[in-house]
């Protein structure tokens, strides 16, 4: 009998650390998503000349941009294919609009 009081204090022990532990694990999942969306008027964003659509890039001030390149088919994003935005290796904790474009855009490796 008193075996099963300590593995009942034990199971309530453990079911009490299991519930400390839930909101933390989802503080953590939740800052883990909470990266920032990158703005134009974003200081480093307007040194590479970053916009969130592709289509308003202006060719003679970025005569490098091709038609077609966009932060999708860019080497530096890490975004999940299809996505909307997501996450690029220029711009730490920030995220990306998958059809936007900056100078430093370069061809993804097959
Ligand atoms: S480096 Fe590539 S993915 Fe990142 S903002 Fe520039 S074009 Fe987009």
């Given at each position: ?51 969130t ?19 999708a ?38």
């Open positions: 009998m008193n075996e099963d009081r300590i593995t009942r204090r034990g199971l309530l022990k453990g079911a009490l650390a299991g519930l400390a532990a839930v909101p933390a694990a989802s503080l953590l999942a939740r800052e883990a998503h909470a990266a920032e969306a990158l703005s134009e008027e974003d200081a480093a964003a307007k040194s590479l000349g970053y916009v659509d592709a289509r308003r890039v202006d060719p003679k001030t970025n005569p490098s941009y091709k038609a077609g390149q966009t932060c088919n860019c080497f530096q994003y890490t975004g999940a294919p299809g996505s909307a935005e997501g996450p690029c290796r220029i711009f730490p904790n920030k995220t990306v609009k998958a059809a936007g474009w900056c100078k430093v855009w370069v061809p993804q490796q097959s």
